[in-house]
Every structure is written in C-alpha cells, then in structure tokens.
DNA sequence: CTGAAAGCGCTTACAG
DNA sequence: CTGAAAGCGCTTACAG
C-alpha cells in the first residue's frame, strides 16, 4: 500500500520540463506559456497529484500572524485553549498569535490596543468588543487596510467585520425560556435580572426568554426586569427586596455573569434555596459551585473554546487563501450545565 | 519582531563542528561524544533552539498510520469529523486515518476486521468493541505487537488498551436522573426502558439514574424496568402495555438508542405527548424530531466529535513520542439536548 | 566518534 | 516564456 505521493517533479520528468515551469502552471503564476500550462494541469490531474503542504511551509516560511483582543477574564481562558488547539501538532512558526488583554466594557482601552495591533504588521484580528459602535470605525479602517477581523463573543453588526463567533443571543434566552417552563411545568411568575437593559446581548437574552414563555409556556409570568450593573450586590439587594415584597416568584432567570453570587447569597440567607429556580449565565467557578449546592437550577454556556478555536480557523483560511466562513454569523454551541453533567463541560 | 528562529546550523557554527553532530546531540542518537554532546546542549539552551517539525515532517516523511474501527451508523459521521480536525491544515501525509466500519452488535465481523488490520502495518487502532470480552484477547495481542489500541465510545475494560475515550456511564445515568427529578419536580412514577439489562453500559447507566434518584428525588420512584433488545418495535409495545395498565406512570427513560421512535409512536397514539417526560440518548434524526415536537423532553449526547478528535490525538501523542493520555478513561462532554438547543449541537 | 553531502518537495531569484 | 540551481531546516547513509 505504499503509493508513493506524486510530486513536482514526477509531473516535470513524465513531460520533459522543469520543475520551476510545473510550480508556476500549477500556481497560475505569470510568465508560463498557455499551452503548457494545460499540459501540466492534465497530467497533474492525471497522476492525481496534491500539493505537499509540508514542504510548502518549510519553503514559504509563511507564518500567519493574528492578533487576539479580549477582555482577560475566566472565559478567555478557555477561548485560548481552543484557539490554540487549532494548530494541533504544529508550533507558532506557522499561525502566531499574539493575545492581547482588555477589562470587561472598557472601551477606550480596547481602542488603544486596537491601535497599536494596526501599527504593527498583522495578518488578521480577533476582537470582542465591548461596545458595538465605538470600534466600528477602527474595524472598518482594520478591513479597508487589508486585514480582516472577525468579532467574538460580542458583535459590531454594523462594521465590516468578515464575521461573528459566537453565541445567538436570542436562542440562548429561548432555552432559558424553555428550562424554566420545563422546571416549573408550565406554570409561575419569574423575575428577570440583567446587567444593563440598554446592552444589545441582554436586551436580546431577555427578548428570547420572553418569545419561549409566550409560545410555548403561556401560563408563566414575567413579574418585572430588574438591573444589576453588572454588580453582584446590586443583584443581592434586589433579590433580597422581591424575596420579601413577593411571595409568588418561582423563578429567577439572570442575564449577567456577575449576578448569580449576589442572588445566591440573598436565596441562602432567606433558606429559598431549590425552591426558586435560578437560570443563569456562563461557567464561572462561583456559579458552578451553586449549580452543585443547587442553589442554581441551570447555567447556560457558550462553549468559549469552539469561540477560539473557530477565530483561528476562520482567520486563518481566510488569510491564506481568501476563503470566505460559512455564514456572516458562526454561532457556537449553547451548552445546558446542570449539577451533574457541568464537570464534563468544563474541564 | 522578525527575531530569525535558531536552526542547527546556528548552533554548528556557534560551536565550529558539524551538522549532523548538532542533530545527533539534540536527539540523544548514538555514536556521539560526552562532551559534545554537552556543549550542543548547553548551546541550543542559550540560543533558544526549539527544532522545526515542518522540516522534520518533511525529512521523515513520517506518516502515522491509524486504523479505526466502529459501527457505521449515524454517530460515526461526527466521529469522523471529529477526528479529521485533528489534522487541522496537515493532510493524510502526516497522519493516516483508516476507517472500517462494522455492524452494530457484530462481533464476529469486528473481529475478523481486527484481524485483517492487524496483518496489515499500521502505527495504532482505535475501535468500538461491540464485546468487550470478545475483543479483549485481539486487543491484547495488538498491544503485545507494540501497536497501541484506544477504545472509544464503548470500552473493554479488562483488556490492554491504552485508554477508554468516551462517555461516563454512570455520570450519564446520573444526569438523566437529574433531569426527570427536575421535570418532575421531584415526584412521580417512572419506567425505565433498556436494550438489554445485562450489556454492561446498559447497566451502568441504569445505576446512575438509580442513585441519582436515591440521593437527590427520594420521592421519585422506578415502577419497572423493560428491555426492548434495541428494537423499536418491541418499545412500541412496552410503552402501549405500560399506558394502558398504569394510568400513574409521568416518566420514561430510555437508555437505548433505537427505542425513542417506538415510544413516541405510543405516546402520540394515547395522545400523552408532553404530559410524561421522556428522557433519552444519542442525537439520531428521528430523536431530534420528537424533541421538537415535543414529544420527548430531553435528550443525552454523548459528543461523538471529541471522541474522534481525541482519538487520533492520543493515539498520535503516543506513538509519536509515547506521551500517556492524561488517565485511563478520556470522559467527553455529556451533553443535555432540549428542543431550543438541539441545533447548536449537532450542526 | 565526527564530518561532508545528499535529499525530502517545494519556491524563487537569476539567467537566457 | 522556460530552465538550472540554490535553499528552507532537518535527517541519514556513507566515509573516515
């Protein structure tokens, strides 16, 4: 079975040419006559001759070079991992990546870094932006440049980005839509807390949990939204106000990462704990840690290491020979973590 | 930034010797003095040396050859592409995937496929044992040939593989617990529906779903448990008996792959869709269907992907430099399928 | 034990 | 437009 490959220079000897005129009829390279360019073309085909792409790295030197802009959180851990994991057994002699951190929502930061990445000779950017318009002009300038960037996490619609990664926001909310219908068996009053209404990833969650209630489980209630700033006291002292104005909420449904700790401690503290169900966002270890004590019923999660491992792999084909993603949005996974199944969606 | 990478021949000049004593140094070769030998390390230490693997690939012309053997059906397909990313940009000069499939619950004809594999070169298999007892003496005498041998999705236990990479049963079992306590919120009547009581992974995700019960929905009970020997016929009946004599029954967990179809038929014929949680596994079309009409509440995934992914990546990083996978059974993701999610897992 | 040289399959100046 | 040759970084017979 040892069928030897088909090389450069099988096709030049079986035509009696050389190797150079073979690479540059194969390449469509200026400077070959027609003619032999159709011959060359024919017996490649005809041998069934593929590129060894090895031996093209090793001549081109090619290294691609992308540059990673994200906030540093827990999630970029993992985001890292999968981008990472796109080069398997090969070394950064081939896809380089540069890692470039940001705080959570600091966009004048973002901006800065976006800067100095455009000074610097990059190949192609991966960004989660923190806001949609203030860097759309820096992507568009990125693109009109030559470099393409595509948008994790969060999206710029707007710019023109090569494309999203990431999670759709409204069916997310939809199956935090359908687990509380499912816990509650189709009926109850929920609250909703989200960070800040106004953020299109949140108004979006809470637009899909509210189209799931109404199709599918009418009978349960959305009481009021509340927001928590992103601020885990803020969502205590809202949790501890409704637990004691309201009697009848039966759920509690979060869009914000950051939520979850203040409303467990408010659900500990009024011994509510399992009987309220909480759905949340993100595999923080805090949150896990209440998926187990049940003190949180569901954690929704947006597989942040298909979200690396995709920018690469959608940077780098687009990079090296122009291909184009699948869709103008390429959605991730939407993982269901419950207390006995979030250990294998973590590790 | 175009720091030049150090090559052997940096180091040879460095040290005014040799090439070939450079590399015989570098990679412990024999037929080469202690001092020398010395000297290069310490050099390639201080010069940052880390050796090119696209020109080693290139040299070598190293290809790993790997046999993987499995059932044919739906399952396989991600399993495929799982294990075909591995390779990211390389192609099938680097590493070889063979595949060859079996029929499901066809032990003879592994065997004979093993066996056929085995008279042929190759560096590593990967197989599904359709009997672990059956299996377990051909996969030993692979391992003795120093051929390393993986099981995925199913396991054989006793036997000498390398490692196990699939799912945990009993977590398996566990988290269909969960999920119909949830449901059910936390009280009812339940049957349980297997393909045969006495397949080992049958079993254990029956325990798992058992304990998960015990501890977590003590007020949740197991009526009967029914096998259906993989038929979905014979689930039909099971299920249109059950309905019929047993008006208390909410639930139905079913731990076999062929069973959903008929109890679903059942259901919508009694018209009890929705109104008794069914819980399953695998995401086959027809399951995918049921879960959207809502015939079937949830579903359990057993991420097929990574067990072809990580296949080929253990089975590589052994042989190519006997590198241990990281513990002796390789747990992938257990992924929870609800109607609203269904379609960001298997796409 | 060490060196000089060929070669893996491709690309790319350099001649002509 | 085409060819001859060098070279990417490594490995491996072959001499000595």
Not at 55 to 84: E, H, M, Y
Request: hydrophobic share 40%; with cysteine.
């Amino acid at each position: 079975m040892l069928k030897k490959n088909v090389t450069q220079k099988d096709i030049a000897q079986a035509l009696n040419i050389s190797r150079g005129t073979v690479d540059r009829a194969l390449h469509n390279r200026k400077g070959i006559g027609e003619e032999v360019k159709e011959k060359v073309l024919a017996k490649a085909d005809e041998l069934g001759y593929s590129p060894n792409i090895i031996a093209q790295f090793l001549v081109t030197g090619r290294s691609v070079n992308i540059a990673i802009i994200t906030p540093g959180d827990l999630l970029w851990k993992k985001v890292k991992q999968g981008a990472k994991s796109f080069l398997s057994v090969l070394d950064d002699r081939v896809v380089n990546i540069k890692w470039h951190e940001t705080s959570v929502h600091d966009a004048v930061k973002e901006q800065e870094i976006m800067k100095s990445v455009l000074a610097n000779a990059v190949d192609g950017i991966g960004i989660a932006p923190a806001d949609p318009e203030i860097l759309r002009t820096l992507i568009d300038e990125a693109v009109k440049a030559g470099i393409p960037v595509v948008t994790l996490n969060t999206d710029s619609p707007k710019s023109r980005r090569l494309c999203y990664i990431g999670q759709d926001p409204i069916s997310a909310g939809r199956i935090a839509g359908e687990l509380m219908g499912k816990f509650l068996n189709g009926k109850g009053r929920v609250i909703v807390i989200t960070a800040f209404a106004n953020v299109l990833v949140h108004k979006l969650r809470i637009d899909g949990f509210r189209q799931e209630l109404e199709t599918h489980f009418p009978r349960i209630e959305i009481d009021s939204i509340h927001e928590d700033h992103d601020n885990s006291e803020e969502a205590y002292s809202i949790t501890k106000n409704i637990l004691r104005e309201k009697e009848d909420i039966q759920g509690i449904y979060l869009t914000t990462g950051n939520g979850p700790a203040g409303v467990g401690r408010a659900l500990k503290e009024a011994r509510k704990c399992g009987s309220i169900k909480v759905i949340c966002f993100d595999f923080f270890p805090e949150t896990i840690d209440m998926l187990k004590d049940s003190t949180v019923s569901a954690v929704i999660g947006q597989d942040p290491y298909s979200q690396g491992y995709q920018t690469i792999k959608i940077l780098y084909e687009f990079i090296v020979d122009r291909r184009k993603p699948p869709s103008d949005s390429v959605y991730t996974r939407i993982d269901i973590g419950l207390r006995g199944n979030i250990d294998s969606l973590v590790s």
